[in-house]
């Protein structure tokens, strides 16, 4: 009775565990839970992701493909023109596109050139540095044999610190009776001192 008992105990979790394999979906499957990636410059932060179960969020992308499998990640531009790279498994065939300010938001680039196996690589210009990017991956064919896995990395340098990050360099303003505006970023610029009275971080002062 034990053994028998113990057996029927044994093909029950299994069930269980076949259940749970099969229904489970991708972490990123909704905008909601997209994966934040981060920019880097030098592009060897990657991230591993999957399309196994995963379900579509929107149509798919202009350049095609089939995205009843799609998974999202996000990223906030430290660079305005950064690269966005999609290396899918040996049977996995990628589509990756890119979009603004939100997942269904305008579409920016996309690219589906390679097989399975291949590298899609999308050449981002003229993004908004500290604006919201999401960043879509899903595979070309449309049975659930197409899922798989990839990596995808987001690099770029970001720009150089403005010319007056340091007092050495600071710009002179003339005094005037008028406003005579002078444009200004602080955008990659470094901390110089601590912050002043008034609060605030003074990690980009210029």
Not at 169 to 195: D, E, H, K, R
Request: hydrophobic fraction near 30%; proline fraction near 2%.
């Amino acid at each position: 009775y034990t053994t028998l008992f113990r057996s029927k105990l044994k093909i029950f979790s299994s069930i269980l565990f076949l259940a749970f394999a099969l229904t489970s979906k991708a972490q990123s499957d909704n905008c909601a839970t997209a994966t934040v990636l981060t920019l880097n410059a030098a592009g060897n932060v990657c991230t591993t992701g999957t399309t196994v179960n995963a379900t579509q969020s929107i149509a798919a992308a202009s350049c095609g493909g089939s995205s009843d499998d799609d998974v999202w990640y996000t990223f906030v531009a430290t660079s305005t023109d950064p690269t966005i790279q999609v290396v899918g498994a040996s049977s996995f065939n990628a589509v990756v596109d890119i979009h603004s300010g939100t997942c269904s938001g305008t579409e920016i680039n996309c690219a589906d050139v390679n097989g399975s196996g291949g590298t899609e690589t999308i050449n981002a210009t003229g993004l908004t540095i500290g604006s919201t990017y999401y960043v879509r991956v899903y595979s070309h064919g449309s049975t659930s044999s197409s899922q798989g896995t990839f990596t995808i990395c987001v690099f770029g340098a970001p720009p150089s610190a403005p010319s007056n990050d340091f007092c050495s360099n600071a710009i002179t303003l003339t005094q005037s009776s008028t406003c005579t505006p002078t444009n200004g970023t602080t955008v990659s610029a470094t901390q110089t001192m601590s912050a002043s009275s008034c609060g605030g971080s003074s990690d980009d002062d210029v």
